[in-house]
DNA sequence: GCGGCGCTTATACC
DNA sequence: ACCGGTATAAGCGCCGC
C-alpha cells in the first residue's frame, strides 16, 4: 500500500509531456522485463532518453487440429535457465492469423528475456501440434518498432515520468544526457517539421595504415560552428584552429571531450567503420586512456562482421563510405570509392594535397600543410553527409530503421526490413531467415536462365529510337504476381515441371505495386516543386523497386523464392521478345536489345508516328507494364567482337539530336584500360558519331601512335589500374596487377583487398606480361609495342574496321615513317 | 620453344 | 554472404607437339 502511494506521488511530482524525435535505438533488460531506450531530441533540441517498456514475444503456427488448449498449458509452463538467468512465459495469445497468404492459427508468446526467446522457441519445437516457430529472430528494437509504431526520426509526443533513481533501470539516468524519462505514452505527433540533426565530421592522420601500429598524428573535427585540429605535435605558426595537447593520450582525451561537449547526434567519416575509429580505440587502449564517446561514458563497440561497425552509445556513428558503397555506388560515375572522387562528384568539393612520404622529416610548413590536409578531410566529409542526409533520412524514414543500421545495410536488407515493418496490415506472420544449411543449398541451386541480349549487327546507323520498359523486372513481379507467398508447389505434369502463382495480389507484389506507385507520385511532385527531399524520397522508392527482383533471388533472403525470381526474368524475356516482334512486324529494323530497352531504325516515320506505334505496343502489355520513349539518337555505332565472329553485346556509341554522347562496354569505360587508350579511343568515338564518317578519327589515330612510338607520352597516361579483389595469397592465375601488389609490399607499401593497383608495362625479356610489370617510380622505359599491340591498337581496331579501315596497316605505315 | 586453348580474373551492362 | 544473370576480354598456365 505504501509503496502504491509512493509511486503515485513520483506521477504528480515528475509527470511530463513532451514532443520528442527518436535518433537511436538500442535496448536493455532490467529485473526480468524488457525495455527500450531511444536517444533523441526534444522540441527544444535538448538531447534526451526515452525509455519504454516492451515485452518480448514470437509466434507459434499451429497445425490444422491441433488441441490449442492443451498446447497453450504446455507452453506457460515453459522455463529457460540460462547464464544465471531464468526467462518465462509471461502470457500467451491465440490468434488467427496469415502466414504466407494462408489463414493460420497462431499462438504469440511473450517471454521475460528478449534474449531467451530463441531458446524458449527452440523448447516449444518438440510439442505436439506445432508446425512453425517464427519472429524470434527479428532484433528487439525492430521489433519494438514494428510493434509499438514508435518509428526513427518522426516526431512522438511522450507522457512519462523522469527516471532520477540512478540504480533505476539499469542505470539509464546516469547517462549525459539532458532528460531522462520513462514514457507511459507514446503516440504520433501533430509536429510534422523535419528533424535536422546536429553533425560533426571527424577524421585522423596516423603514421602507419596499419590499426593501431602508428601514432595517431592529428584528428580534426567539422560542424556547426566548430573547426578544430587537435595533435601533440609541435609546430610553430600553426593556424588558429589547431588545438596542441600534451600526449597522443591527452590529444583522445580532449577527441572525447570535444565530441561530449558539442552532442552531436551523428558523428561521420568516410571508412571511419574500418580505420578512424577502431584506430583511435587501439591507440586509447595501449595509452591507457578511457575512450568514453557514447552518452553512457563507454567506448565504442565493434561488431564482428565481414566489416566491423563501429557503434557509439548515444552517437549515431555514421561511415559515409558503407552506405555510399552499399546503396548509392552503382549510380555513381566515380570509378573508386574514395572520398576525394565521390566528394567531387557529388558536392564538387575536393581533397587537399599531401605528400605523404615527408612524414619521417616533417618541418613546420609541412606540418602546417598536414593540418590543413586533415581538416579539409573532416569539411569533405561533412559536406558529404550534408548532401546524402536527405538520402539516409527518407531511407530511415520508408524501411523504418534506425540510422546506424540503414547507413550499413546493403539494398537486399533494405527490401526485407520493408517488407517487416509493412506486413501488419496483411495480417502477416514473419517468416525466419534461412539457417546455415538452408542457405548452402539455395547457392548450389545455380543459375536460372535471365535476360535477351540481341546480337548487333556492326555499323554506324542513322536515325534511332530507343525504347524502354520502365521498371521492367519491379512490373513483371507486380503483373504476375510473383513471389514466395503466391507460388503454386510446383508439381511435374509429364517430365514437365510446372510452375505457377495464384492470381490473388499477394503482400510482396502488393507492396511492390505501393513503392511503384509511390515512386512515380514523387517523381511528378520532384518535377513541379524540386527538393532535397523530395529527389530523396523518390530515388529510395526507385532503389526498393530495382532491388526488389535480385531480393527474392537472393539466397539470404526471408522471403527467397528461386521460382519466382526465374519467371521474372522469363516473363521479362517473353514481354521483349514480343515487343521487338512488333516493331518488326511494323516493318522497323532492330539495332539492338538489352534486357528491357530495344533500339531501332526510325525509317522514314515521324516522332508522331512512333510516339502512336509505341501507345499501341503499351495497350497490349499486361499488368503495369510499361514502354517508354527513351530518347532519339542521330547516330549509332556497333562493332565487332574482338577477333571473334558477330557484334559484340553490351558495346557500343550512341549520339543524340542535342549532340550528347552515350558510351557504353566500351574500354573508354571501363577503368582497368590506361588513360592513353581510353582518351584516344572515347576521343575516335566522338569524332566518328559527329561526322559520320571515320577521316578526322583516322588522324587522331595517327598522331597518337606517333606519339607512342617518339615517346611522348607520359607515364601517367600508360599506368594501368586493376583492383586487388582478394588476398594475394588466394589467387590461382598471378595476372599482371597482382604481380604488381607483390612488388609493393616487397617495398613495404602496405597492400590490402580491394585497392587499385597502379602499374605500367616496361621493356624487357619474359613470357609473361607479368614478368615486365612496373611500378609508378621504376627507371624502365615503357614497352613501346606493349601500348601499341595490347592497348592503342585492340581498343581501335573493330571500330575501324566498320569503315573498311585495317589499323595495323596504318600504324606500320607510321612505323615506316619513324624508320625512314 | 611455341601455339592453342581452357581457365581465372576484372569489369561492364541492365 | 549481405540483390540477379549476361557478356567481353586479357592474360596465365598447362598441354601437346
Known amino acids: 500500500m505504501l509503496v502504491h502511494i509512493i509511486f503515485k506521488v513520483n506521477c504528480i511530482l515528475f509527470f511530463m509531456e513532451f514532443e520528442f524525435v527518436p535518433v537511436d535505438f538500442d535496448y536493455f533488460d532490467f529485473e526480468g522485463r524488457n525495455y527500450v531506450r531511444m536517444i533523441g531530441r526534444n522540441e527544444k533540441g535538448q538531447k534526451g532518453c526515452v525509455v519504454d517498456f516492451h515485452d518480448a514475444n514470437f509466434y507459434v503456427v499451429l497445425k490444422k487440429g491441433a488441441d490449442v488448449k492443451k498446447i497453450v498449458e504446455k507452453i506457460k509452463e515453459i522455463e529457460v535457465r540460462r547464464s544465471g538467468r531464468v526467462t518465462k512465459v509471461l502470457r500467451t495469445e491465440v490468434l488467427d492469423k496469415k502466414f504466407l497468404g494462408k489463414s493460420v492459427k497462431a499462438v504469440r508468446i511473450f517471454v521475460t528475456n528478449y534474449k531467451d526467446a530463441h531458446d524458449v522457441a527452440s523448447e516449444i519445437g518438440d510439442l505436439d501440434g506445432i508446425d512453425k516457430r517464427r519472429e524470434y529472430d527479428i532484433p528487439m528494437v525492430t521489433k519494438y518498432i514494428k510493434e509499438s509504431g514508435v518509428e526513427p526520426l518522426r516526431w512522438y509526443t511522450v507522457e512519462g515520468q523522469e527516471i532520477e533513481d540512478e540504480n533505476q533501470l539499469s542505470g539509464v539516468a546516469n547517462l549525459n544526457v539532458d532528460f531522462c524519462v520513462l514514457a507511459n505514452k507514446i503516440k504520433p505527433s501533430k509536429n510534422d517539421k523535419e528533424f535536422v540533426p546536429k553533425i560533426l565530421a571527424y577524421d585522423i592522420e596516423t603514421n602507419d595504415r596499419e590499426i593501431g601500429k602508428g601514432d595517431v598524428l592529428m584528428v580534426s573535427f567539422f560542424g556547426d560552428g566548430i573547426k578544430k585540429v587537435l595533435t601533440w605535435k609541435k609546430c610553430g605558426n600553426a593556424p588558429n584552429y589547431v588545438e596542441f595537447c ?47 564517446l557514447g552518452v553512457d561514458g563507454k567506448g565504442p563497440l565493434f561488431s564482428r562482421g565481414r566489416i566491423p561497425s563501429g557503434k557509439i552509445s548515444g552517437i549515431v556513428h555514421v561511415d559515409l563510405y558503407r552506405f555510399v558503397d552499399a546503396v548509392f555506388s552503382q549510380y555513381l560515375q566515380s570509378e573508386t570509392l574514395s572520398l576525394n572522387e565521390v566528394a567531387k562528384e557529388l558536392v564538387g568539393e575536393e581533397k587537399e594535397d599531401f605528400d605523404f612520404s615527408k612524414l619521417s622529416n616533417m618541418k613546420d610548413l609541412d606540418w602546417r600543410d ?177 532491388a526488389a527482383y535480385g531480393y527474392q533471388g537472393f539466397f ?9 525470381a526465374a519467371a521474372t526474368a522469363s516473363f521479362a524475356k517473353k514481354n521483349i521478345l514480343g515487343a521487338i516482334d512488333k516493331i518488326k512486324k511494323a516493318g522497323y529494323t532492330i539495332v539492338y536489345s538489352d534486357t528491357d530497352s530495344i533500339a531501332f531504325l526510325q525509317g522514314s516515320k515521324t516522332e ?30 556497333f562493332v565487332l567482337k574482338r577477333g571473334g565472329v558477330g557484334g559484340a553485346k553490351k558495346k557500343y556509341a550512341l549520339v543524340d539530336e542535342k549532340g550528347r554522347i552515350k558510351i557504353r562496354g566500351f574500354e573508354t569505360v571501363r577503368r582497368d584500360w590506361c588513360r592513353l587508350t581510353r582518351d584516344l579511343q572515347s576521343d575516335v568515338l566522338s569524332k ?7 577521316k578526322r578519327a583516322l588522324k587522331v589515330l595517327k598522331k597518337v601512335v606517333e606519339d607512342l612510338m617518339k615517346r611522348k607520352v607520359g607515364l601517367d597516361e600508360l599506368m594501368i589500374r586493376t583492383q586487388l579483389r582478394r588476398g594475394l595469397g588466394d589467387y590461382v592465375s598471378e595476372g599482371p596487377h597482382v604481380v604488381a601488389a607483390k612488388k609493393m609490399e616487397a617495398l613495404g607499401v602496405p597492400v590490402s583487398t580491394g585497392m587499385l593497383i597502379e602499374y605500367f608495362i616496361g621493356e624487357g625479356s619474359g613470357k609473361r606480361i607479368g614478368d615486365r610489370v612496373h611500378l609508378a617510380g621504376d627507371r624502365v622505359g615503357y614497352d613501346v609495342d606493349y601500348y601499341l599491340k ?12 566498320v569503315f573498311g579501315v585495317d589499323v595495323k596497316s596504318v600504324a606500320e605505315g607510321s612505323e615506316q615513317k619513324k624508320l625512314f
Open 246 to 292: 600534451e600526449d597522443e593520450g591527452k590529444m583522445i582525451e580532449r577527441f572525447v571531450e570535444c565530441v561530449n561537449d558539442y552532442a552531436p547526434d551523428i558523428l561521420t567519416g568516410y571508412f571511419s567503420d574500418g580505420f578512424d575509429l577502431p584506430y583511435l580505440k587501439a591507440v586509447a587502449e595501449r595509452s591507457g586512456i578511457d575512450f568514453g
Open 370 to 546: 598536414l593540418f590543413s590536409y586533415n581538416l579539409q578531410d573532416s569539411v569533405v566529409t561533412y559536406k558529404l553527409m550534408e548532401k546524402i542526409w536527405p538520402d539516409i533520412l527518407e531511407f530511415s524514414l520508408i524501411v523504418k530503421e534506425p540510422l546506424f543500421d540503414v547507413t550499413r545495410d546493403r539494398m537486399a536488407t533494405h527490401v526485407e526490413n520493408y517488407i517487416l515493418h509493412n506486413l501488419d496490415r496483411f495480417n502477416e506472420i514473419v517468416e525466419k531467415r534461412p539457417m546455415h544449411n538452408e542457405i548452402g543449398e539455395r547457392r548450389a541451386m545455380g543459375k536460372y536462365e535471365g535476360a535477351f541480349v540481341f546480337e548487333p549487327k556492326p555499323g554506324l546507323y542513322e536515325n534511332l529510337v530507343m525504347f524502354d520498359f520502365t521498371s521492367m523486372y519491379a512490373s513483371v513481379i507486380v503483373s504476375y504476381n510473383l513471389s514466395k507467398a503466391s507460388l503454386i508447389e510446383p508439381h511435374k505434369k509429364g517430365n514437365d515441371l510446372i510452375v505457377e502463382f495464384e492470381k490473388k495480389k499477394s503482400f510482396f507484389p502488393e507492396m511492390l505495386e505501393d513503392i511503384i506507385k509511390r515512386r512515380k507520385k514523387y517523381k511528378k511532385e520532384l518535377a513541379q516543386n524540386p527538393s532535397g527531399i523530395l529527389k530523396a524520397r523518390s530515388n529510395a522508392y526507385k532503389l526498393l523497386a530495382n
Open 688 to 694: 566518328i558519331l559527329e561526322d559520320g564518317d571515320e
Open 790 to 801: 595490347n592497348q592503342i591498337l585492340p581498343a581501335v581496331e573493330n571500330i575501324f574496321e
Open 556 to 564: 539470404g533472403a526471408r522471403y527467397y523464392c528461386r521460382e519466382a
Open 608 to 637: 508522331k508516328d512512333i510516339l502512336k506505334f509505341l501507345s499501341e505496343i503499351n495497350a497490349g502489355l499486361p499488368g503495369i507494364m510499361e514502354l517508354d520513349l527513351e530518347n532519339f539518337y542521330k547516330r549509332g555505332l
